[in-house]
Structures are given as C-alpha cells and as structure tokens.
C-alpha cells in the first residue's frame, strides 16, 4: 500500500467510516463466505468488518492492515485468538495456499504496486479460492470532495502549497481496467461493476466522512514535493469543511457522491 500508515487517524476511523462500512456490506453479500472458510481481510484496518467475517465463518480468519495504528486499535477491539492481526503489506504478504477467500475493502486505491500486490494474493489463496475488492473508482472517484478540493486549489491559503500534491491513489476509470489487472495476475475476473452511490448528507457529516480516508492522503508530507507545514495542515481542513458548507442546499444537505468498483475473481 501507499507509504502512509493510517495510525494517524487510526484511533477515530472506527467512528467514522461508514460509507466503508456500507460498502463492506455489499461485498460481503457478494462473496458469500462459507461456514468453513478461512479468509484473509486485507487492509482491515481497525478490524470492524474483520470481525463480522468471524461471525460469518469458523475457519481461520486473519486481518492484514500495513499502519501498526490501525492494527494497534484492532487488536484492542479483539478477543485474545479470536481473529490474528498482522502488521503487513499487500505487496508483502508470505501466505502460500493458506486461504479460501481474500476480503479487501476499501484498501486496493492504496496499493503501491497493484500487480504485486494480487500476486501475493494470488499466492495466499487456495486452488478456486476467491479475492473481492470494493474501492473507490475514476479520477473524479467523488465529485463532492473533488469540487472541495478545488477551493483548497484556489484559496490563497492552500494554494502555493498544494499544487506540489501528488495523488497516490490507484484510480481506474472502468471496469475493464480493473479486471484486465486481476485477469494478468491470473485470476478468472467472476463479476465487476462501478456504481455510483448517491447520499443527503450535512456538511458536518460530509467533513467525517472525509477525515475518515481521504483525508490520509490529502495530508500526507510525503506526497508533496517539500512536504508542508502545520499551518497548511490547518487551512486545508478549514477550506474543505468550508466548501462544504457552501455547497449545501436550502435544507442545511447536500448530496455526497462515490463511485465504487465491486469485483470478485476466482484464482
């Protein structure tokens, strides 16, 4: 995954994560762990959804997540055997033939080397075992935060230093993008689709939602050429929940907007 390590925002993602956490639901609908399945939750961050794939399956379940924050935090919300936390990378992964499903949501736009990253997967599942991505899709992947992040481009507080951010998410803009990456790290792509979810929501709740992942990136030194300053820190923060506030309607609500790759393949 990507150099950051979510430790930073690791101790209120737990709060404030649910548009994964709705997403996460409709992956687990389309994976259809079996009772016996042992599974890999790759890039489980505090363990949430790690812990519903307990409650689905008796087989070995392991949480993989590179931030030692969020390892930290889900091992405080485990029970002692329960579940294995382990602090590892996609692209790192050592399993051989050891699992029949890898569960990855919300986490494969991270990766530093995709490629990589799903032959390890590939690796650590058994012969017909299967792997299911929900993440975030296209360039514009919101056009609710993007059109915030235009303000942070303009705002002469922001601007000097954020035209030095260099993205580091993997954003893909249709599905056959996607599956041509599984397909050559040898999997047999079953179902993909990107859809676009659509939410009312405040602008409080838009902020949140945004400090729940977005926000790791947006913020990371290391994806500005010179890094930036505490106070930079602080106005991007006060020009994004400001934007939001302006682009909400006369109910006090606007409208937050994802697209989302859902895709599970076959090894």
């Known amino acids: 995954m990507s150099g950051f390590d979510f430790s930073a925002v690791a101790s209120r993602y737990e709060q404030t994560s649910t548009v994964q956490k709705s ?79 890898v569960f990855c949501n919300s986490a494969f736009q991270w990766f530093r080397d ?22 975030p899709a296209r360039r514009i992947y919101s056009p609710t935060f993007i059109a915030a992040i235009e303000w942070v481009r303009e705002d002469p507080r ?37 859809e676009t979810v659509r939410e009312r929501r405040t602008p409080e709740e838009v902020f949140r939602v945004f400090a729940s992942g977005a926000i790791a990136g947006y913020l ?10 505490e106070a930079y820190a602080g106005a991007f923060q006060d020009v994004v929940r400001d934007a939001f506030v302006r682009m909400a309607e006369e109910d006090g609500s606007l409208e937050l907007i994802f697209h989302r790759i859902y895709l599970v393949a076959r090894s």
Request: net charge negative.
């Open 23 to 101: 997403a996460a639901e409709v992956l687990l609908q389309l994976m259809q762990i079996g009772e016996g399945d042992d599974v890999l939750d790759l890039g489980c961050g505090t363990g949430h959804i790690t812990r519903t794939i307990r409650e689905v399956t008796s087989g070995r379940v392991v949480g993989a997540d590179p931030s030692p924050g969020m390892i930290s935090e889900a091992e405080k919300g485990s029970k002692v055997g329960d579940v294995i936390f382990i602090v590892r990378p996609a692209e790192e992964l050592d399993f051989r033939e050891e699992f029949d499903v």
């Open 114 to 135: 995709p490629r990589r990253a799903l032959k390890s997967c590939q690796s650590a599942l058994r012969p017909g075992g299967r792997i299911g991505i929900q993440a």
């Open 158 to 194: 922001t601007c000097g230093t954020f035209c030095r951010f260099q993205p580091p998410w993997l954003f893909l803009e249709k599905e056959e993008e996607y599956e041509e990456l599984f397909q050559e790290a040898g999997f047999k792509v079953l179902f993909s689709r990107i």
């Open 220 to 229: 990371n030194p290391a994806y500005y050429e010179g890094g930036f300053d």
